[in-house]
């Protein structure tokens, strides 16, 4: 029988333990490898002899230098895990906040923020919703999130995100809900890994999180999680919830979920993933 061919994508000076983990365990797999690092000088041609070899590829990379690569590969042919489409209308914010409205699915109250910064103030008046939160439609990491407790407050936040980054890209409101921060892991159709976030601070993603411990998941989380993940069409994904007044709202998705909320899980989750991937590769077949 012929040897799957992955290709994996990411974007590092070197292997880091991700890498290494999935090149240890594609090896008990009977996997073969290919290595696409964003990081290095990728030529056209070169990409293009090294995607004929693979059956799939899976990117492990938010980085934009690695989702240019996801798009030059689907342009010369190979199919990438998830495809770059995600990147410019699942995962933008305020197109997931639509997706969720338009298949009811519970989620914090979102308005879209005008480009002229007097609009968008009155914009939040209106709303109500103070403290509020302020988000540019896409970023990972809890980058470009921030809080305003009032309209003078908005105003720095909006001119703050305007002025830090080389895109002036739109930016929504969302109601403040205290809560903590319910990650659930899917690969495939299948939840692998659950994890509560906390902090003592109001932010309970990126760099503000910690992990507390595991969840259960009761029917109606399940219900949604099901919802969320054939809406969104991201295979391999982390569904940040909340709860509101104890009923479970969606928060956003993410493509490339950590593996690292548990250490002692890193190993499971990587090999879930390499058994989802081998399955598409024999479906295609």
């Not at 002025?163 to 299948?190: F, W």
Request: charged share 35%; aromatic share 10%; proline share 3%.
């Amino acid at each position: 029988m012929k040897k799957a061919v992955i290709g994996y994508i990411y974007c590092e000076k070197k292997l880091q333990r991700d890498e290494k983990i999935f090149l240890r365990l594609a090896k008990k797999n009977s996997i073969e490898m290919v290595m696409f690092n964003a990081f290095d000088n990728l030529d056209e041609e070169e990409i293009e002899n090294e995607i004929k070899r693979c059956d799939i590829i899976f990117n492990n990379s938010a980085e934009e230098i690695a989702i240019e690569l996801v798009k030059t590969i689907e342009e010369l042919g190979g199919k990438v895990i998830d495809p770059s489409k995600i990147y410019y209308y699942i995962e933008d914010k305020w197109m997931f906040f639509l997706k969720c409205k338009e298949n009811k699915i519970p989620t914090p109250e979102t308005i879209l923020l005008s480009e002229s910064i007097n609009t968008a103030v009155e914009q939040l008046k209106s709303f109500g919703k103070w403290p509020v939160v302020l988000k540019r439609v896409s970023g990972t990491r809890g980058e470009y999130v921030d809080k305003a407790d009032n309209p003078n407050d908005a105003r720095k936040v909006i001119k703050r995100f305007w002025e830090k980054g080389d895109d002036r890209l739109p930016i929504i409101a969302q109601e403040l809900i205290h809560s903590p921060c319910y990650r659930v892991t899917v690969v495939g159709e299948k939840i692998v890994q659950t994890a509560v976030k906390n902090t003592k601070d109001w932010k309970a993603t990126g760099e503000h999180s910690k992990t507390l411990e595991e969840f259960t998941i009761d029917d109606e989380l399940e219900k949604i999680i099901k919802k969320v993940t054939k809406v969104s069409g991201i295979s391999v994904c982390g569904i940040d919830f909340l709860k509101k007044d104890g009923k479970w709202v969606v928060l956003e998705v993410n493509a490339e979920p950590g593996f690292d909320f548990f250490e002692n899980q890193r190993e499971k989750l990587i090999e879930e993933t390499l058994i989802f991937l081998k399955g598409k590769i024999k479906n295609r077949r």
